[in-house]
Nanobody, 114 residues
């Protein structure tokens, strides 16, 4: 069964850090391009990071220099390291395969607030 399970979210103060995890089953994350996405209340889901099969990565300007995507192939897990968090980063964060997206997981809530 193909499944993506996100974890690691929580409440953090502005300027703080969090590391999100995305554990995959049924697919091999190192064999496909994977991405992190987020959806804030009342807004559409938006892309925040991609990691390619080669290991190269890409992020949008809104998180560049603050967010880093990585993967652990033996653990078949994708990570999102988020530093210098801002209130506008508050959202539910999801991971998914970029091509032929799978069913979305439950996501993990990130709340940035003082």
């Amino acid at each position: 069964q193909v499944q993506l399970v996100e974890s690691g979210g929580g409440l953090v103060q502005p300027g703080g850090s969090l590391r999100l995890s995305c554990a995959a089953s049924g697919i091999v994350v190192s064999f496909t391009t994977m991405g992190w996405y987020r959806q804030a209340p009342g807004k559409e889901r938006e892309w925040v990071a991609t990691i390619f099969v080669s290991g190269s990565t890409n992020v949008p300007a809104s998180v560049k220099g603050r967010f880093t995507i990585s993967r652990d192939s033996p653990k078949n897990t994708i990570y999102l390291q988020m530093n210098s968090l801002k209130p506008e980063d508050t959202a539910v964060y999801y991971c998914n395969r970029v091509s032929s997206p799978l069913s979305w997981g439950q996501g993990t809530q990130v709340t940035v607030s003082s």
